[in-house]
Nanobody
């Protein structure tokens, strides 16, 4: 079992930065690929970024590539999402998720989910 708790969301202006954190419980965190998804109002949940269990491989959706950076610290059981140059269209609830079978973009492949943290980008 892995329990995930996101934090770091908030209200920021366009162009600002935020860093989201996802703290995981359980001794097997380092065995899981981790990803961030987001869901805007009245839209489907979408993949944002993912990282392999080792941290050596990262993947980004086209909408955030070059602006967001995913990283992890297995010693701290935490995955991060550094978000720079935020835009209004980044407004959403951000969720972290864990997948034992490796890094994918498919929402259905993820075994565990956090409760989400709200990010609002508005002037």
């Amino acid at each position: 079992q892995v329990q995930l708790v996101e934090s770091g969301g908030g209200l920021v202006r366009p162009g600002d930065s935020l860093r989201l954190s996802c703290a995981a419980s359980g001794r097997t965190f380092s065995s899981y690929a981790m990803a961030w998804f987001r869901q805007a109002p009245e839209k489907e949940r979408e993949y944002v970024a993912g990282i392999t269990w080792s941290g050596r491989g990262m993947d980004y959706s086209d909408s955030v590539k070059g602006r967001f950076t995913i990283s992890r610290d297995n010693a701290k059981n935490t995955v991060y999402l550094q978000m720079n140059s935020l835009k209004a269209e980044d407004t959403a609830v951000y969720y972290c998720a864990a997948n034992y079978d490796g890094l994918t973009r498919d929402i259905g492949d993820y075994d565990y989910w956090g409760q989400g943290t709200q990010v609002t980008v508005s002037s």
